[in-house]
């Protein structure tokens, strides 16, 4: 682990003798270790370490120059400060990065401690025991092709030349199970689930041992449907993962640079049902190693972004905060250009319906469980997009597992087309989000 301390002290002295005024570092450690097995053998072990510091360097014109080193001794610094200060001379003029206004603010503090990471034998032998488990739950699972036990200690600190010093360590573990299945006459099926926790002994690992198999159970004896317009469902996952495609509708940066579905005048503007309420939120309960602080030394938060379908704020670095007059939320990632990403969505009901729905009772409406191809049929700029899915049709609480089809839409008409959110969150590592009911998707099937 970086002691920040004894850097910023070190960094401070060499960047005197160098007659450098004004510089910050941003760095990122981590340790892990990972077991995959296979058919009651480990298949692979893979250990590693990684790190990487950004040190920035502005010189008496403002302007600023950048380098990245994994060297954090003295030597290592020196060079870094240096080659960072030669590059300022080549920086920009026109909107150049700068400190962020809360780089000395107080963050919040989270009570965390690092894990001392299991054995390697301890690893696999969990993970034969999951992989047992899950197929003994039914003869037709034949497989667990893909999955993974893993570890990670993570440790993350800033600091700058006016005082700024943050530092912040956490540990988390993961497993990840996929499944298959298979049928006499009928093609492979497949499903999958992924839990996460500060450590191996509260890993929910029966939890995702029984969440595969009733998925992959769930998708034997699928059948084709119509081609139409539906009412569909989107489980909590997909719905991130749809929302996640279009993060450019909140991104200050994508509307600064006219890559977004929004403007700098679509705040205050109604995008959506009333029913949905959306947040970016670090610091979620639900969010196993959430970040205190971003890349620019900025205290991580709970940024509203859809108030009962109104935009109400975009993600925010300290420049595009600057540029459209606005505070910096905590979602800037330092480095050559400073980029702007959400951190933790959370999705919840807005104003109360005039109904509840419920898949006990609905009739004939599309569940959608994971979405696929994201990165193929997805449209960021236009809006649109065209996505094969795994889900179910659904009625009256009998679900028949779909053999293969596709949902297209436009977001924009997704979001103004939702008619329940449900109550009941699903924990995703992007995000909590319940259950989202849209009417009229069109569905491409048989």
Not at 157 to 166: C, K, T, V
Not at 173 to 187: F, P, R, T, V
Not at 438 to 444: K, M, R
Request: charged share 20%.
């Amino acid at each position: 682990m970086v002691q920040v301390r004894e850097l910023a002290n070190t960094t401070a002295e060499i960047a005197q003798k160098l007659g450098i005024q004004k510089y910050d570092i941003y760095g990122s450690s981590s340790d892990s270790i990972g077991v995959e097995v296979e058919r009651g053998e480990p298949k692979q072990v893979k250990a590693s370490n990684r790190s990487s510091v950004i040190v920035r360097v502005w010189n008496a014109e403002a302007k600023m120059g950048v380098t990245s080193t994994t060297d954090v001794d003295p030597q290592g610094i020196e060079l870094a400060l240096k080659t960072a200060s030669e590059a300022s001379a080549f920086g920009v003029s026109e909107h150049a990065p700068d400190f962020s206004p809360e780089a000395t603010a107080p963050a919040a503090e989270i009570d965390r401690e690092l894990v001392a990471p299991a054995e390697v034998p301890t690893l696999i032998d969990t993970l034969l025991a999951a992989e047992n488990e899950l197929i003994a739950a039914h003869p037709a699972i034949e497989s667990v092709p893909y999955n993974g036990l893993s570890q990670r200690n993570i440790d993350r600190f800033y600091l700058n030349s006016d005082g700024a010093l943050r530092d912040e360590a956490c540990s988390y573990s993961s497993i990840y199970l996929y499944a298959k299945a298979e049928q006499e006459g009928k093609k492979p099926r497949s499903a999958g689930s992924y839990k996460v926790s500060t450590s191996l002994g509260e890993l929910d690992v029966k939890g995702c041992i029984q969440e595969t198999a009733a998925k992959t159970i769930s998708h034997l004896d699928y059948q084709k449907i119509k081609t139409g317009k539906y009412c569909v469902v989107f489980s909590g996952e997909a719905f991130l993962s749809l929302l996640g495609a279009f993060s450019n509708l909140f991104n200050a940066q994508s509307i600064l640079d006219n890559q977004s579905l929004s403007t700098p005048e679509s705040l205050g503007k109604v995008i959506a049902s009333p029913l949905l309420s959306v947040c970016d939120d670090a610091l979620h309960s639900a969010n196993v190693g959430g970040e205190t602080f971003d890349g620019e030394g900025t205290p991580t938060r709970r940024t509203p972004l859809i108030e009962e379908g109104v935009l109400t704020h975009f993600l925010h670095s300290a420049g595009t905060a600057k540029r459209m007059n606005a505070q910096p939320t905590g979602n800037a990632n330092s480095g050559a250009k400073v980029t702007v990403s959400p951190n933790f969505y959370h999705v919840f009901p807005g104003k109360a319906g005039d109904r509840e729905y419920a898949l006990e009772t609905a009739e004939n409406v599309i569940l959608i469980d994971d979405l696929s191809a994201l990165h193929a049929g997805v449209s960021p700029l236009q809006g649109s997009f065209s996505l094969p899915f795994d889900g179910w049709l659904v009625n009256k609480g009998d679900r028949t597992s779909i053999d293969s089809a596709t949902v297209a839409g436009d977001f924009c008409e997704v979001l103004k087309s939702i008619i329940y959110v449900e109550s009941e969150p699903d924990i995703t590592p992007g995000g909590v989000c319940p259950r989202i009911w849209v009417e009229g998707l069109s569905i491409t099937g048989e």
